[in-house]
T-cell receptor
Framework: RKEVEQDPGPFNVPEGATVAFNCTYS??????FFWYRQDCRKEPKLLMS???SGNEDGRFTAQLNRASQYISLLIRDSKLSDSATYLC????????????????FGTGTRLTIIP | GAVVSQHPSRVICKSGTSVKIECRSL??????MFWYRQFPKQSLMLMAT?????????EQGVEKDKFLINHASLTLSTLTVTSAHPEDSSFYIC????????????FGPGTRLTVL
């Protein structure tokens, strides 16, 4: 089983629509959670951190359910510029065993916004 | 901001040669830098964690003698792919975390390596 699982898509969504992505993680030692976006052949860029209380940044809302080990991202009023691959990322605390932490990436969900 | 640069952005080399990739944090000090690799249509995979002034910690399955990492200062880490082969062709991305503050990693723009 993959440590971080995402639906690869693609999601083809009309401009202005709302789209939701889900992600599950398997390691209960996961301590922090993020959504990154990655444009084609570019580096990942942090979109937002994800907290148990849920958090919102403009059109983007992220939720974390630790009991279900589930993370979500909601994009409202989607724009053409939102077209990208969205990566669910989990930071695993391995300091006791390995002396460091580890970001584990999902394979990403590809989103295309259609004019 | 937190800017991380990588050099070169793209390299094409012959099989058997060694390639050095530099990762620099331009406007902050980074005690820890990370090296990732991403094959086409796959997720980023952590290769190693690099701490300034000490040996890098490699992930399982990553050969430390093939992927040499040096982190000599708080703003520079280098990855050398020794005796590169076509299967080493990939997108190599570094990230850096501030010496103090949150655990956010800032990613460099990546280096696309093609080994002929």
């Amino acid at each position: 089983r993959k440590e971080v699982e995402q639906d690869p898509g693609p999601f083809n969504v009309p401009e202005g629509a709302t789209v939701a992505f889900n992600c599950t993680y398997s390691n209960s030692a996961s301590q922090s959670f993020f959504w990154y976006r990655q444009d084609c052949r570019k580096e990942p860029k942090l979109l937002m951190s994800v907290y148990s209380s849920g958090n919102e940044d403009g059109r983007f809302t992220a939720q974390l359910n630790r009991a279900s080990q589930y993370i979500s991202l909601l994009i409202r009023d989607s724009k053409l510029s939102d077209s990208a691959t969205y990566l669910c990322v989990v930071n695993i605390d391995r300091r006791r065993d390995f002396g460091n932490e580890k970001l584990t990436f999902g394979t990403g969900t590809r989103l295309t916004i259609i004019p | 901001g937190a800017v991380v640069s990588q050099h070169p952005s793209r390299v094409i080399c012959k099989s058997g040669t060694s390639v050095k990739i530099e990762c620099r944090s331009l406007d902050f000090q980074a005690t820890t830098m990370f090296w990732y690799r991403q094959f086409p249509k796959q997720s980023l995979m952590l290769m190693a964690t690099s701490n300034e002034g000490s040996k890098a910690t490699y992930e399982q399955g990553v050969e430390k003698d093939k992927f040499l990492i040096n982190h000599a200062s708080l703003t520079l880490s280098t990855l050398t792919v020794t005796s590169a082969h076509p299967e080493d062709s990939s997108f190599y991305i570094c990230s850096a975390r501030r010496t103090s503050g949150a655990d956010t990693q800032y990613f460099g723009p990546g280096t696309r390596l093609t080994v002929l």
